[in-house]
């Protein structure tokens, strides 16, 4: 995968990207989910956006087993269609496997 464009929004937009990771911290510590679990959610999320870099970064982070990753894309088959699960896959697994 690319370089993370984040990192331009770093250096390009420091305040907004400031406030953006405080929102994502606040959803983090929202209870009632565990963290695999918002991971798992994110990826379907990512999916269905059609955003392979998303699911990429979530399943580097999500501490689940490859099937439960592979699963999280999978469950948009339905929803959104075979292309969309066919763009990230691909992501999805290889972000996993940069976790291991």
Avoid: W
């Avoid at 995968?1 to 390009?12: A, G, I, R, T």
């Avoid at 990771?21 to 209870?31: G, N």
């Avoid at 955003?51 to 970064?57: D, L, M, S």
């Amino acid at each position: 995968m690319d370089k993370n464009p984040y990192d331009q929004f770093l250096k390009e937009c420091p305040e907004l990207a400031r406030k953006f990771d405080e929102l994502v911290d606040a959803q983090r510590a929202m209870p009632g989910l565990d963290p695999k679990m918002k991971q798992l959610i994110n990826i379907a999320i990512q999916t269905a956006n059609r955003n392979p870099r998303g699911v990429y970064f979530h399943a580097r982070k999500v501490g689940a087993k490859r099937e439960e990753v592979v699963g999280a894309v999978s469950m948009n088959l339905h929803l959104s269609g075979l292309a969309t699960v066919l763009d990230s896959l691909p992501a999805a697994i290889e972000g996993y496997e940069q976790m291991e």
